[in-house]
């Protein structure tokens, strides 16, 4: 909160929009996010898309942060979606981080984003799965996306290869961040409130200290993408 990462004000700039000869559309945007106060953190991004006639979607995303050694809890991304059902192969089904993931081992895992809740005392972000080879999300057919990590500088697998981090919550994490206790988080809205990170900060050795490892830190300094795809029955 004191960087202003709470209350960032984003503008963009669209520096490029294009279509190939194979129909697809390639767009590239200048965003910088910056904190309402003088001395609040910034962020540039060069984000670029490209669209499929298919209706899949790759997005990369490369960031500079301000200052540079400013550790941040998530490098990632957040959406909503009406799909209430997961599939992953990652690290689960617990819950699982950077610093806490050895019982946690890669496997084809499967839920209800309903039942995706820890009861902490103290409502907080939650239910993070690392080391994500691909999430499907799917309503109660079948229909639904498919997402895959395309690029991860903070992030890849034994192999080398783009991993991600996620958590799919039938709450906002906001307001469980943002709630003492229990009673005064908001009722359920039906919805999955996604994140998907490149990299998603360690627990640290508890939770007055010390703090996560180097290796277990986050820095905005870094390029995550990932692929969209449709999903049918």
Not at 39 to 45: G, I, K, P, R, T
Not at 88 to 100: A, I, K
Not at 217 to 223: D, E, W
């Amino acid at each position: 909160k004191k960087s202003g990462l709470y209350e960032l004000e984003q503008n963009g700039t669209l520096l490029y929009a294009g279509k190939t000869p194979a129909g697809n559309i390639t767009l590239t945007l200048r965003v910088e996010a910056k904190g309402k106060e003088k001395e609040s953190a910034s962020f540039l991004q060069m984000q670029n898309y490209v669209i499929y006639p298919d209706g899949s979607i790759i997005m990369e995303v490369s960031t500079t942060q301000t200052p540079k050694d400013l550790v941040i809890g998530r490098y990632g991304f957040g959406f909503t979606s009406p799909l209430g059902n997961i599939q992953y192969l990652g690290r689960g089904p617990e819950e699982n981080y950077s610093d806490r993931y050895t019982a946690a081992f890669v496997s084809l895992n499967s839920a209800k984003v309903e039942n995706q809740v820890s009861l902490y005392t103290k409502p907080q972000d939650m239910m993070n799965h690392e080391g994500t080879r691909w999430l499907r999300l799917k309503d109660e057919s079948g229909s639904g996306i498919a997402i895959y990590p395309v690029a991860n500088s903070l992030r890849k697998d034994e192999s080398g290869n783009a991993t991600m981090s996620f958590a799919a919550l039938p709450y906002d994490w906001r307001d469980l961040n943002n709630a003492n206790h229990w009673y005064e988080v908001p009722q359920k809205d039906g919805k999955t409130h996604l994140t998907l990170s490149a990299a998603v900060l360690g627990l640290g050795g508890a939770s007055c200290g010390p703090a996560p490892v180097e290796e277990d830190r986050v820095s905005g300094n870094a390029t995550f993408g990932f692929l969209i795809q449709p999903l049918e029955k």
